[in-house]
């Protein structure tokens, strides 16, 4: 399932195509992207995604503010989304570590799983605008937030949930993150097994969304229609345009 775009600056920059859906479709390659910030892309990287991507790529970008100033995407020509989701996590652990809170991994892995609930109960309003653009054309369409694990990850689970792929390969793509970033193990005096957690992806972490799912929706497919916007004729529109038939 691996990407066959691998781009030096980023390194969690895949293709959401090939995965299989419960019908036996699958994903088209080369239209779905997800991806840390791109921010850092090389010539090379540029070189490489005009030769591939052949239409004008979309970009949509989950990023706050801050993060958006401090790293704006360099590939000319293209036009950003913004769909503002703040990294809520980062202050939260800022302000415990300046009050002179010790944080431990759980501690950490605690404050992940809120925000993941935070994705559903304050942010599904920006995912269902996801959603919109996804259903305007089948353009090569890249999404990201900064590092392409969190905000992205939600995304690309609800993407390939609403395709009809099975939760065990939506969580195999989650996971493939912790194969693409390389953890750091410093943050703000943390632990380096502390804020190792920080760089890494977990099933807890997105399980927690999906509880959030259960707990305000009823279950995905309530969540897929009620809280993104699809009905069944958005979600065939999806198929349709993502799908090999």
Not at 56 to 73: F, I, K, N, S, W
Not at 86 to 99: K, R, S
Not at 100 to 105: C, K, Y
Not at 193 to 207: G, K
Request: hydrophobic share 40%; with cysteine.
């Amino acid at each position: 399932m691996h990407s066959p775009f691998i781009l030096t600056g980023a390194p969690n920059f895949r293709d959401l195509g090939g995965y299989q859906n419960a019908d036996g479709h699958t994903v088209r390659r080369h239209h779905l992207f997800r991806s840390d910030h791109l921010g850092s892309l090389v010539a090379d990287d540029i070189r490489l995604l005009s030769d591939r991507l052949r239409e004008p790529v979309r970009v949509l970008d989950l990023r706050g503010a801050q993060e958006r100033e401090t790293a704006a995407c360099v590939i000319e020509g293209v036009q950003v989304h913004s769909l503002a989701i703040e990294p809520t996590i980062v202050q939260v652990l800022a302000d415990l570590t300046d009050a002179g809170h010790t944080l431990t991994q759980a501690d950490v892995v605690g404050h992940m799983q809120d925000t993941y609930r935070g994705f559903v109960r304050n942010n599904t309003h920006r995912f269902a605008s996801l959603f919109t653009h996804l259903l305007e054309s089948d353009a090569p369409l890249v999404f990201h937030c900064t590092a392409g694990k969190d905000r992205t990850g939600f995304a690309a689970a609800m993407i390939l949930l609403a395709l009809g792929v099975s939760q065990d390969d939506v969580m195999r793509d989650y996971m493939m993150t912790n194969e693409r970033l390389k953890p750091k193990s410093e943050w703000r005096g943390l632990a380096p097994e502390v804020a190792s957690v920080l760089y890494r992806v977990q099933p807890e972490f997105i399980d927690a969304a999906f509880e959030a799912v259960s707990q305000n929706y009823g279950d995905v497919e309530s969540y897929l229609r009620d809280g993104l916007g699809l009905g069944e004729a958005e979600r065939e529109r999806l198929r349709e345009l993502y799908l090999d038939r």
